[in-house]
């Protein structure tokens, strides 16, 4: 008897220890809460956030254009317990999202930060080039190869660097004053502007010698006429724009760079003296992008006192699952030219702004 009370003793033990070890097993999973507010229009460790150069720039002491981010907390490198992936789920503030949607499968977390710092880069660039288009300021977008794809019918003809010049005899714009579309998006309407299968022909600068290739079409994604090329455009402003965030990266920032930017470029600000946050990624065409995290950016815009929140059309499925739903008020623009137009709107008085359905 008192070897069998012994051993169901011994076995209770062990397995509140197995029960209370769980708690602190390492879990493949992320915790997504409320990150980082920079006011593109202001200061960051007493330096402004944007700086401009070869223009005329301004300070307003009203309104502000902030960039929310989300903070991620895991990952292959620092793995979360049981309980604290429990604690983060029943938070209302935050999210637990599966490893591999940051961190996937076939990336080391060292190419993950090194990809989000290259689009964060980018985005810088885009929303450059999209605010500079947006006050109607020329600058030149020269479309440049960043790789060929590999099966299509530019692999072997079309190397990395090459610079398109023609497009069947056509020159492709790259001055921003001079077509609707220029540098990279043109090449791409320019060759899609024919039946996939048909030919084309590109004139290509390759280390200052012209190279001509004749290249067969197929259908893209699509479905219009692709030969496979991958290109970039290397810009050239009339100002330096140098935007510091400090160790943020990712691409959903544009939107509020470019709104940044037009505001340290105009005289006048375009915020109407209202505080506004907002996330999602720019084009140099000024198309704005959805992002995720939008539930907890939202709660980061409600903390700093925001009276509007921009954002994608696109992210508007994302609104009512934030604790801060109803508390900020969503403004969705899908351009530019539409977040512009709700700032005017909202300088004028008006409650007429594009909301999430």
């Avoid at 005329?56 to 309104?63: F, M, P, Q, S």
């Avoid at 050239?236 to 400090?246: A, L, M, S």
Wanted: glycine share 10%.
């Amino acid at each position: 008897m008192l070897r069998r009370v012994m051993t169901l003793a011994v076995a209770l033990v062990l397995l509140i220890g197995l029960g209370v070890g769980s708690l602190f097993l390492p879990m493949p999973y992320l915790v997504a809460a409320p990150g980082a507010i920079v006011n593109t229009t202001g200061d960051l460790e007493g330096e402004p956030v944007i700086e401009i150069e070869g223009s005329d720039t301004y300070e307003h002491d009203d309104g502000s254009l902030s960039m929310v981010t989300v903070q991620y907390a895991g990952g292959p490198d620092h793995r979360l317990n049981f309980f604290t992936v429990v604690t983060s789920w029943l938070s209302p503030r935050d999210a637990v999202l599966p490893e591999e949607l940051l961190f996937p499968a076939d990336r080391t977390p060292e190419e993950v930060t090194e990809r989000q710092s290259v689009q964060m880069n980018d985005s810088q660039t885009e929303a450059t080039a999209a605010a500079l288009d947006q006050l109607g300021t020329d600058y030149e977008a020269v479309p440049v190869v960043a790789e060929a794809v590999e099966g299509m019918p530019a692999e072997g003809l079309v190397e990395p660097d090459d610079v398109v010049l023609e497009v069947d005899g056509e020159p492709v714009p790259t001055h921003t004053q001079d077509a609707a579309s220029v540098g990279s998006p043109a090449v791409v309407e320019m060759v899609a502007d024919r039946e996939p299968g048909e030919p084309v022909t590109v004139l290509l600068d390759r280390d200052g010698e012209e190279v001509e290739v004749e290249l067969e079409t197929e259908a893209g994604e699509d479905g219009s006429a692709a030969v496979g090329v991958l290109v970039a455009d290397d810009m050239d402003f009339p100002v330096d724009v140098d935007i510091t965030v400090g160790q943020i990266g990712g691409p959903s920032a544009g939107m509020m760079f470019s709104l940044g930017i037009m505001d340290r470029l105009s005289e006048d600000g375009i915020t109407g003296g209202a505080e506004v946050a907002g996330s999602g990624t720019i084009t140099a065409d000024g198309e704005v992008g959805g992002v995720s995290g939008i539930p907890q950016k939202m709660v980061s815009a409600q903390q700093i006192g925001a009276e509007y929140f921009f954002i994608a059309s696109d992210s508007c499925s994302q609104v009512s699952q934030s604790a801060a739903y109803g508390e900020v008020d969503v403004v969705a623009v899908d351009t530019l030219d539409e977040a512009v137009d709700a700032l005017e709107t909202i300088d004028s008085g008006s409650d007429d702004l594009p909301r999430c359905e």
